[in-house]
């Protein structure tokens, strides 16, 4: 007589597999399965993105705390450090690995544009956000001269603050519509009253020359295009360089782009 216990043997003579008898086991064989693959495979090489490290400044800590909720409940984002005045904010950059700093203009000791300037010294790679409640032209001018390259108003934080620091972090301005509106009423106002002449400072010579420059020509082509010698070419363009504020042909051809020369 068979044993009861033991499986029917198959035709080949060897034991039949089995079933496993409940839902439980076959999850654990399914288990067990998947880990002899992984450890046949090797251990999965998917890492989760690298946060973005910020350095929060506010002089008063219940705002630093709703920041802080607003950004940490982002995947992406991370307060790394928390500072209560500009000072601060500066000796916190020194100690903390951070890739933007968000800071409050109105601040003791040092305030926010002062900070952000020795940021910007200090930290060249750093991204610098204002976080202020001042709906204020010269705060905004200020603040973009100082290095930041975004403002945002603390009343709609909830909404504009995380779009920014992920903008700033792709090296893309962010301004609330205000400044936008701002920016535009004040360059307006500059070419009314003669102020804005970048447009004008070159020669309609060295024009021609910046966008053969830009086009790609080399300077022997210039100068049979223009009918004018090498050395005339080299010296346009040497003083294109030195008006412009530029070092190369790649930032040239950049340049003529914007002034509208040729097409992206």
Same mark, same amino acid.
């Given at each position: ?48 993105? /690298?946060?973005? *490290? ?8 219940? =705002?630093?705390?709703?920041? !802080?909720?607003? &950004? %940490? $409940? ?92 992920? /903008?700033?972090? *792709? ?8 400044? =936008?509106?701002?920016?535009? !009423?004040?360059? &307006? %106002? $500059? ?74």
């Amino acid at each position: 007589m068979s044993d009861p216990s033991l499986p029917e043997p198959s035709a080949s003579g060897r034991p039949a597999a089995t079933t496993p008898s409940s839902p439980a086991a076959a999850a654990a064989s399914a288990t067990s399965a998947s880990a002899s693959t992984a450890s046949a495979y090797g251990p999965s090489q998917v890492s989760a993105p /690298a946060k973005i *490290r910020i350095l929060l400044a506010d002089d008063h800590a219940l =705002v630093r705390r709703g920041v !802080r909720l607003i &950004l %940490d $409940r982002e995947p992406d984002l991370e307060v790394v450090a928390e500072a209560g005045d500009g000072a601060e904010a500066i000796d916190m950059a020194r100690t903390h690995e951070a890739d933007l700093a968000v800071l409050d203009i109105a601040m003791p000791r040092l305030t926010g544009l002062q900070a952000a300037r020795e940021l910007a010294a200090l930290k060249p790679g750093l991204r610098i956000l204002m976080l202020t409640m001042h709906d204020n032209e010269q705060y905004l001018f200020q603040a973009l001269k100082s290095g930041a390259c975004g403002y945002v108003l603390k009343s709609v934080a909830d909404r504009d603050l995380v779009a920014a620091c992920r /903008a700033a972090m *792709r090296d893309e301005p962010f301004l609330y519509p205000g400044a =936008v509106t701002a920016l535009i !009423r004040n360059y &307006l %106002d $500059r070419v009314r009253h003669g102020e804005e002449t970048s447009d004008h400072i070159l020669t309609p010579r060295e024009e021609e020359v910046l966008k053969l420059v830009a086009e790609g020509h080399s300077s022997k082509e210039i100068a049979e295009i223009l009918f004018i010698s090498i050395k005339t070419v080299q010296r346009h363009r040497a003083n294109l360089l030195q008006k412009l504020g530029l070092r190369d042909r790649l930032e040239l051809t950049r340049y003529a782009i914007r002034a509208g020369l040729i097409e992206p």
